[in-house]
């Protein structure tokens, strides 16, 4: 079984900041790791992923994440934020390997950024 | 477009009065699933389904039941609502049952039980 903790439950910053958005993850097996972002009044959508390879992945909008094996972690961080990057970030882990179990997303109870003008 | 919608999005009910979400996607996707948002709990599976008349309970089943008689289509129902199942309800669906596919949601339903 796998988790996932999500250390802040919400993080104020301001605009042009930097932001980084915590998240451990606990797994007996190897797995594969997600953000996903909520923006207000809408479902939530695929900001990155980790699946293997490279440690740093980033998205189309600034954001980075890296994955840290020895540390369990999936820290969310971006340079310089705006108002627009208001939402609620959730991270979330599945099993990488294939065969019953391997279809699950678990995710943490969410972050939400608020970017102050 | 590619999108998974809900219907209704906001719904008030009363305690016991049977109630149906629709949940429908245009993206051929095999793998469907319903989720809760509640505050401070984040998402909670409820139910989910791996192909047509192939579903299995999440995290959170009790007091709701689903169907997938179609490919599109996945309803949530609750058979006797109650305040406790007051909440932010998310259907999501991805190709295939693997997780490393992105999963795409729909824009949430709010309902209160009264």
């Known amino acids: 079984a796998q988790s996932v903790t999500q250390l802040d439950s919400q993080v104020p910053v301001f605009e042009e900041a930097p932001v980084e958005l915590r998240c451990n993850y606990s797994s007996s097996v190897s797995v594969y790791l997600f953000w996903y972002v909520q923006y207000p009044n809408q479902g939530l959508q695929l900001l990155l992923k980790y699946l293997s390879g490279s440690t740093l992945v980033e998205s189309i909008n600034g954001f980075e994440a890296e994955f840290n094996k020895s540390q369990t972690s999936f820290h969310l961080r971006k340079p310089s934020v705006h108002i627009s990057d208001t939402a609620e970030y959730f991270c979330a882990v599945s099993p990488s390997y294939s065969g019953a179990g391997s279809y699950q997303l678990t995710f943490g109870k969410g972050t939400k950024l608020s970017v102050i003008p | 477009e590619a999108q998974v919608t809900q219907n209704p999005r906001y719904l008030i009910t009363v305690t016991g009065k049977k109630l149906t979400v629709t949940c429908s996607q245009n993206?051929?996707?095999?793998?469907m699933s319903w989720y809760r948002q509640d505050p401070g709990l984040g998402l909670r599976q409820i139910y989910y389904?791996?192909?047509?008349?192939?579903?299995d309970k999440g995290d959170v089943p009790e007091g709701y039941k689903v169907s997938r008689k179609e490919k599109r289509n996945f309803p949530l129902i609750l058979e006797s609502p109650s305040p406790n199942q007051t909440s932010l309800y998310f259907c999501?669906?991805?190709?295939?049952?693997?997780?490393?596919?992105?999963?795409?949601f729909g824009p949430g339903t709010r309902l209160t039980v009264l």
């Open positions: 993206m051929n996707h095999e793998y």
């Open positions: 999501a669906s991805r190709e295939s049952g693997r997780a490393y596919n992105e999963q795409f």
């Open positions: 389904s791996m192909n047509v008349e192939v579903t």
